[in-house]
């Protein structure tokens, strides 16, 4: 069993930062792959970035790429995303995630075991 929680959302104007943080318990939460996924009012949970163990693979969705960062401390069990530049449209709960899915599979959501709570991320035009 992996648990994850997430914090460090909140209200910021467009072109402002935030960093997202997902601290994961569990035997063995370090050997998952995490990603991170939002899901706006209305509209279906998306991918947003994972990184592998290793994090030597780190996909991202192409509306974020350039502005967000993905990055893990195996050591201290903690996975963060870094948002730059963010944008009205960037407006959703954000979602960690934990699993082990293939590189291939790594934006399917469906591949991903684990999920924490979310954390709402507002961004005002």
């Known amino acids: 069993q992996v648990q994850l929680v997430e914090s460090g959302g909140g209200l910021v104007q467009a072109g402002g930062s935030l960093r997202l943080s997902c601290a994961a318990s569990g035997s063995t939460s370090s050997s998952h792959v995490m990603a991170w996924f939002r899901q706006a009012p209305g509209k279906e949970r998306e991918f947003v970035a994972a990184?592998?163990?290793?994090?030597?693979?780190?996909p991202y969705a192409d509306s974020v790429k350039g502005r967000f960062t993905i990055s893990r401390d195996n050591a201290k069990n903690m996975v963060y995303l870094q948002m730059s530049s963010l944008r009205p449209e960037d407006t959703a709960v954000y979602y960690c995630?934990?699993?082990?899915?293939?590189?291939?599979?790594?934006?399917?959501?469906?591949?991903?075991?684990?999920w924490g709570q979310g954390t709402q991320v507002t961004v005002s035009s």
């Open positions: 995630a934990a699993g082990r899915p293939i590189v291939s599979a790594y934006r399917d959501a469906q591949m991903y075991h684990y």
């Open positions: 990184i592998s163990r290793s994090t030597s693979a780190r």
